[in-house]
C-alpha cells in the first residue's frame, strides 16, 4: 500500500490535516484532520513509501509505549479511514 | 492600424508590479480597447515582480495536459511545454482565446492569441492569464487573490465567500442598500496581504484589483480586512464564527493558484493559516434580505 499521489500533511492553525493538493488529488474537496498518532504513522507511511500494516505496526512500537497487539490495532483502524476517503492506493 | 512599435505599460496592484505589452500586429488601441479595467492602477516603468507580452499571429507551444478546470463556461486547460514550461489554455464556451506560456519562474510570460480576435474573446484572454500570472507570482509573498466580493464600511472591508450562485453579489447589494454608508470595493476578485507584526501576530489588508467579474468596478483602493463571511442560502438568517481549521476550510477554496506546485501551495498555504488565525470567519446562513445584511453587520461590525 502506498500514500496516492498529491495529498500531502500540513499543519492548519495547530492541527495536523491531510488535503488533496496534487494533480489527481485536487476534486478532494475536504480537509482531514489526524490526531497525534495518525499524523505520525502518516509521515512513516510516506517515508516508507510502499507500506503495509505490521511494517507501521511494528514502527510505531518503536516509536510508543504499546503492545504489539495494540499497536496493529491502531494501525489498522486508522489505515482503514485512509482507505474510507481514498488517499491510500 | 497596427501598432508600429511594441508598447509596454506598467500596474501596480496591491503593491505588487507587473507589466504588459503589446506586441507589433496588435492594434494601435490596444491597451483603450482591451485593458481599461487596468488604467487606475498605472504606473510609471519600474521594477516588477512578472511582465506579460501578448503575441498574435504566432503558434502556441505544443503540451502535455496535467489538469483543467471547468466552471460556468470558463476553462483553463494547465500542462507543461516539451521546455518545462507552465501553459495555460483558455476557452470561453468551448472557443479557444488564447494559451499563456510562463518561465520557470513565472516571471516573464507570452499570451499566445489568434489574429483577428475579437475584443471580448481577447479581453477575456487576457484577464485570466493575468489573473493566474498574478495569483501565482505573489503566493510567497503573503498575497492571495480570492474570488469573493467585499464591501467597505467604515474604512473595513467585508469579504463575502461562497461557491459560485450563492449570492456573494447579492449579498453586497443588499449592504449597499441597507447598511448606510457601505460602498463596493470589488465584485468578483479582490486581493488580500496580511502582515505580520513584530509581535508574530499580524493584520491583513483587502485591495481592490481590475479583476470585478461582470460588475465594472475597478478601484485602486485599500482597506484593513474586517472579516470574512462565508455565505450559504437557507430559509433563515443565522450566523456563528468559524475558528481553528473550520475558518481555515472557509477561505481555502476561494483563493486561486496553481496547487499541484509544491512551492506555490505552500506560500498559499501559510496566507490561508496566518488569515485562519488573524482574521474573523463567519458562517452566515441567509435569505437574500434586509435582515440579513443587517445581522450580518452587526455581528460583523460590532
Known sequence: MRIKNGFVLREVCGEQVIMGEGVGALDFGKLLCLNETAAWLWQKACDMGDFTVEKLAEALCGEYDVSAEQAKADVAAIVAEWQKVNVVE | ?302
Open chain 2, 1 to 302: 492600424m497596427s501598432l508600429s512599435v511594441q508598447e509596454t505599460r506598467y500596474y501596480k496592484v496591491a503593491d505588487h508590479v507587473f507589466s504588459l505589452k503589446a506586441n507589433a500586429g496588435l492594434s494601435d488601441d490596444f491597451f483603450e480597447k482591451n485593458a481599461d479595467n487596468y488604467a487606475p492602477f498605472s504606473v510609471s516603468a519600474c521594477d516588477c515582480l512578472f511582465s506579460m507580452e501578448v503575441v498574435t499571429d504566432a503558434k502556441a507551444p505544443v503540451f502535455v495536459e496535467e489538469t483543467r478546470q471547468d466552471e460556468e463556461g470558463q476553462r483553463i486547460v494547465c500542462g507543461i511545454t516539451q521546455h518545462g514550461e507552465s501553459l495555460f489554455e483558455f476557452y470561453l464556451f468551448d472557443k479557444y482565446v488564447g494559451t499563456l506560456v510562463c518561465s520557470k519562474d513565472y516571471r516573464t510570460s507570452k499570451l499566445f492569441v489568434p489574429s483577428a480576435e475579437n475584443t471580448s474573446h481577447l479581453k477575456f484572454a487576457v484577464n485570466n492569464a493575468l489573473m493566474v500570472l498574478y495569483a501565482i507570482a505573489t503566493a510567497p509573498f503573503d498575497t492571495a487573490l480570492f474570488h469573493a466580493a467585499v464591501v467597505n464600511y467604515q474604512d473595513r472591508g467585508y469579504m463575502f465567500l461562497g461557491k459560485s450562485g450563492t449570492g456573494k453579489s447579492t449579498h453586497a447589494r443588499l449592504w449597499l442598500k441597507y447598511n448606510e454608508g457601505s460602498t463596493l470595493l470589488n465584485d468578483d476578485n479582490p486581493v488580500v496581504r496580511f502582515y505580520k507584526n513584530a509581535d508574530g501576530k499580524g493584520f491583513a489588508k483587502v485591495f481592490g484589483s481590475p479583476w470585478s467579474g461582470k460588475t465594472p468596478c475597478y478601484k485602486n483602493e485599500e482597506c484593513m480586512l474586517g472579516g470574512f463571511v462565508l455565505l450559504a442560502q437557507a430559509p433563515f438568517n443565522e450566523i456563528s464564527r468559524l475558528r481553528g481549521v473550520q475558518a481555515y476550510a472557509a477561505i481555502l477554496p476561494c483563493i486561486s493558484g496553481k496547487r499541484w506546485e509544491r512551492s506555490i501551495a505552500d506560500g498559499l498555504h501559510n496566507t490561508e493559516n496566518a488569515l485562519a488565525a488573524n482574521v474573523p470567519v463567519w458562517y452566515l446562513k441567509c435569505l437574500p434580505d434586509e435582515a440579513a445584511a443587517k445581522l450580518c453587520l452587526k455581528t460583523v461590525a460590532e
